[in-house]
Nanobody
């Protein structure tokens, strides 16, 4: 499975960004997806997760109400819509895929290369 994340950039506090992650190498409906982030000097943390059909989603408390994860199985793509961004959202964001489980605690064997999000005025 190959994952290609895109959509990061520099945004002002309060702004919005949408990240995309395109998957290939396996039927997308086989894959549960997650978004993670890692800031310099901090551990990687789960941001959001979505199950195979998109009927189930999970969010970190720090992003609930601001971020939305979604997927388009016809386009083999998962999205992370981020709104009301804060400086503490600054991190490298990674998409990940799993086959047999989903959620923040799932084991994700497949990872994308990451896309940088910087929230600053």
């Amino acid at each position: 499975v190959q994952l290609q994340a895109s959509g990061g950039g520099l945004v002002q506090p309060g702004g919005s960004l949408r990240l995309s992650c395109a998957a290939s190498g396996r039927p997308f409906s086989d894959l549960a997806m997650g978004w993670f982030r890692q800031a310099p000097g901090k551990e990687r943390e789960s941001v959001a997760a979505i199950n195979w059909s998109g009927s189930g989603t999970r969010y970190a408390d720090s992003v609930k109400g601001r971020f939305t994860i979604s997927r388009d199985n016809a386009k083999n793509t998962v999205y992370l819509q981020m709104a009301f961004l804060k400086p503490e959202d600054t991190a490298k964001y990674y998409c990940a895929a799993a086959v047999f489980e989903w959620g923040a605690q799932a084991r994700y064997p497949y990872w994308g290369q990451g896309t940088q999000v910087t929230v600053s005025s």
